[in-house]
């Protein structure tokens, strides 16, 4: 089992809230990635990383940032939250790029 | 066209039978291929990945990868109800120097039943 975590598992924020999801691996992997999945709907990359100071955006287009200013650890950052950013938020790292491990997620809903 | 993609679903065998999931991908560049397995409100865990045309078992798992028609299938050999799941295909692709982007395309997912 692949040890990367996240937290909060569930947030619930008012609009124009900033908030930041938390995403740190022990396993030091050099390559860490952000998906968005809505219920039903399949998973869209919206932030990666190849290593420390390397971010770079997704296939999906979002409002949020990433930062990477440690190997273990790559936080998402909404500057102001909004109705349209509920969603499950999965963070993954990996060491080669190809098999990739997940952490639980976090479910965001913004009312 | 989606880049991936995968029959929704659901798929419902009894329980014993042999699950067959299927996917097809549009990029004939893609590499590396990928099985993930869902539970409901919980994130995807890896199960089998494959590289190489042909098949590739792990206990009751067995995906089969054929290039040329560009297809991955994932069975599930002796179901269980414990299988019951959304089952995601993901395909990534290797850049012109051969290492990876490390970008996973993912299906929308084959919702798979076992019943007892």
């Known amino acids: 089992e692949a040890d990367i975590y996240q937290t909060p598992r569930y947030l619930v924020i008012g609009t124009g809230k900033k908030i930041t999801l938390e995403c740190s691996q022990t396993?030091?992997?050099?390559?860490m990635y952000w998906y968005q999945q809505d219920p039903g709907m399949e998973l869209h990359l919206i932030h990666y990383?190849?290593?420390?100071?390397?971010?770079e955006k997704g296939d999906l287009s979002s409002e949020s940032t990433v930062s990477r200013i440690r190997t273990e650890h790559f936080p998402l950052t909404l500057e102001s939250a909004r109705p349209s950013h509920t969603s499950q938020y999965l963070c993954a790292s990996s060491i080669t790029g190809n098999e990739q491990f997940f952490g639980p997620g976090t479910r965001l809903t913004v009312l | 066209q989606k880049e991936v993609e995968q029959n929704s679903g659901p798929l419902s065998v009894p329980e014993g039978a042999i699950a067959s999931l299927n996917c097809t991908y549009s990029d004939r560049g893609s590499q590396s291929f990928f099985w993930y397995r869902q539970y409901s409100g919980k994130s995807p865990e890896l199960i089998m990945f494959i590289y190489s045309n042909g098949d590739k078992e792990d206990g009751r798992f067995t995906a089969q990868l054929n290039k040329a028609s560009q297809y991955v299938s994932l069975l599930i050999r002796d179901s269980q109800p414990s299988d019951s799941a959304t089952y995601l295909c993901?395909?990534?692709?290797?850049?012109?120097?051969?290492?990876?982007?490390?970008?996973?395309?993912f299906g929308q997912g084959t919702i798979l039943t076992v019943h007892p």
């Open positions: 993901a395909v990534i692709l290797l850049n012109a120097g051969g290492t990876s982007y490390g970008k996973l395309t």
């Open positions: 396993m030091g992997h050099d390559k």
């Open positions: 990383s190849y290593g420390v100071n390397s971010t």
